[in-house]
């Protein structure tokens, strides 16, 4: 993962990317690795305390071919990044967009 970036209202970002080890999986030998696969979001639960379960995969041609069901977000822009749609955590229930490089709670 990248160096974590602040988005505003206790959520941090990190980027996430994908170049798994092609001897361990030669089923990937074919696909290139993806610098910018996702973003992880490190926020609070409601009682403060840490939660690290809310990620969001970019849409792209190679996450289509390795896992075609899998949700995706579209990157509306990279800098600031803007995704849609919004990303709820199944953790803890925390809700909200990232627009513009900040945290837009839902």
Same mark, same amino acid.
């Given at each position: 993962? @990248?160096?974590?970036?602040?988005?505003?209202? %206790?959520?941090? /970002?990190?980027?996430?990317?994908? #170049?798994?080890?092609?001897?361990?999986?030669?089923?990937? /030998?074919?696909?290139?690795?993806?610098?910018?696969?996702?973003v992880v979001i490190d926020h609070p639960w409601p009682d403060g @305390?840490?939660?690290?379960? @809310? /990620? #969001?995969?970019?849409d792209g041609p190679v996450v289509r071919q390795i896992d075609p069901?899998?949700?995706?977000w579209t990157v509306e822009s990279l800098d600031p990044l803007t995704?849609?749609? @919004?990303?709820?955590?199944?953790?803890?229930?925390?809700?909200?967009?990232?627009? %513009?490089?900040?945290?837009?709670? #839902?």
């Open positions: 993962m @990248s160096e974590s970036f602040d988005l505003g209202h %206790g959520h941090t /970002a990190s980027f996430t990317s994908w #170049a798994p080890d092609r001897e361990l999986n030669p089923q990937y /030998a074919d696909l290139p690795d993806v610098n910018l696969w996702g @305390s840490p939660c690290i379960g @809310s /990620a #969001a995969t970019f069901t899998r949700p995706v995704l849609s749609p @919004s990303l709820l955590c199944r953790g803890c229930g925390d809700h909200g967009f990232i627009r %513009g490089g900040r945290w837009v709670p #839902a």
